[in-house]
């Protein structure tokens, strides 16, 4: 299983909230951000400057961060501004099923493979289940045993599929032959989600692990687990200001 950020944007639209309610914002400070925010990040919205204060505008750039954390620990409206795209591979239905019950914190904004469109085969499974499980299909062949191509139940004639038989003249059903399908099976998807809303599926669906520096709650299925802390890494790595300590202060975590 991987997860990838692929980009962040726009941190220049939540730079620019800061200045909003006082009436301090100006063209020229817009000028201003906009010029610094180019200096300091590639086109995919990631910080690429060292901290230097010898750098003026990298120094410029640390001290509009630090207070969009410190603001937007209460004003969660201002980390609405930053969205991540991300791109999952490999990751088990369940734990799929997991993440997308909080889709409505994405704005709908997930795609995943289909058990519908696409096919599936026995062999199939995400690298946590693999080697925790057999399925049947795989046993049998391991102790070979074959299994019929096709068995009478009840009159009808059943054919033989993946995990199991299906009614003879349905075996190219999509709709039908996903009713066999296990939630082991591995998984690709893409998401939109903010930086607030991201607080709360972090705190959701990270890992409970102290020690380890992992504070969430860990109330998800091990992968996801693992998934969301991959995910929460390079975050931290892409804008070092977001720290899952900063996550778990965002005031939207239990709303």
């Known amino acids: 299983m991987n997860i ?5 944007h726009s941190i220049r639209d939540a730079l620019r909230t800061m200045y909003m309610s006082k009436r301090t914002w100006t063209p020229e400070l817009e000028d201003k951000i906009r010029t610094v925010v180019e200096y300091c990040t ?5 910080f690429i400057k060292e901290f230097n204060d010898a750098d003026p505008m990298a120094a410029e750039f640390d001290d509009m961060m630090k207070k969009l954390v410190k603001f937007g620990r209460k004003h969660i409206t201002m980390w609405r501004f930053v969205d991540l795209s991300v791109v999952v591979i490999g990751l088990h239905r369940g734990a799929t099923d997991d993440l997308d019950a909080h889709a409505k914190r994405m704005d709908n904004r997930i795609i995943r493979s289909s058990t519908r469109l696409a096919s599936y085969n026995t062999e199939e499974m995400s690298e946590w289940y693999d080697g925790k499980i057999i399925p049947t299909d795989i046993a049998l062949q391991l102790l070979s045993m074959n299994l019929p191509d096709e068995i009478e139940h009840d009159g009808k004639t059943y054919v033989k599929a993946e995990n199991g038989y299906i009614l003879k003249g ?17 998984m690709n998807f893409t998401f939109k989600i903010n930086v607030t ?11 409970n692990d102290k020690e380890n520096g992992h504070l969430a709650h860990g109330n998800a299925a091990p992968e ?5 802390e991959r995910l929460i890494d390079q975050v931290h790595e892409w804008y070092p200001w977001i720290t899952r300590e900063f996550l778990l202060e965002v005031e939207s975590n239990n709303v």
């Open 4 to 8: 990838y950020l692929t980009e962040m």
């Open 197 to 207: 809303e991201l607080a709360h599926v972090y705190i959701e669906r990270g890992m």
């Open 170 to 186: 349905l075996e190219k059903n999509n709709d039908v032959k996903r009713g066999l399908y296990m939630l082991s099976l591995p």
């Open 42 to 46: 590639d086109r995919h919205g990631r």
């Open 224 to 228: 996801l687990q693992i998934a969301i």
